[in-house]
């Protein structure tokens, strides 16, 4: 019987433990934002293979045209688009307002 009774791993994990609520880093969020602008710019073009496919059908042919007119637009807005920035709490002081005079005046008849 041996005191202590862990298992010691032989494999050390050197993985980096996230231990704060940081943003990504800007290298990561650029990626991000890479990926979906392709992912929507590689959805034009099925749209677009598409149409060329129902050409026969013309009401098809065009509401596929019509489904890939705005990606491109639509693809840069969302690229640029940065992730809102967390609203934090702060923790102000905040003082009570202090009255210069009080509500009653006593008036004095002569």
């Known amino acids: 019987m041996v005191a202590g009774g862990g298992v010691v791993k032989a494999e050390r994990d050197d993985t ?7 943003a ?3 290298d990561e969020e650029y990626a991000a934002r ?3 602008y ?3 710019m590689f959805m034009r073009l099925p749209c677009l293979i598409l149409a060329g496919i129902f ?5 098809l042919a065009l509401g596929f045209i019509v489904l890939s ?3 491109p637009w639509v693809a840069v807005l969302i690229a640029n688009d940065r992730p809102p920035r967390k609203a934090e709490q ?4 905040e003082r009570q307002a202090r009255a210069i005079e009080s509500g009653e005046h006593k008036v004095i008849d002569g």
Not at 16 to 22: F, G, R
Not at 55 to 59: L, P, R, S, Y
Not at 90 to 93: D, E, G, T
């Open 69 to 71: 007119i705005p990606l």
């Open 16 to 22: 980096p433990v996230l231990i704060t609520e940081a």
């Open 34 to 36: 890479k990926r979906k």
């Open 90 to 93: 702060v923790s102000r002081y």
């Open 24 to 26: 990504l880093s800007y």
């Open 55 to 59: 050409h026969d059908t013309w009401w």
């Open 38 to 40: 392709l992912t929507m």
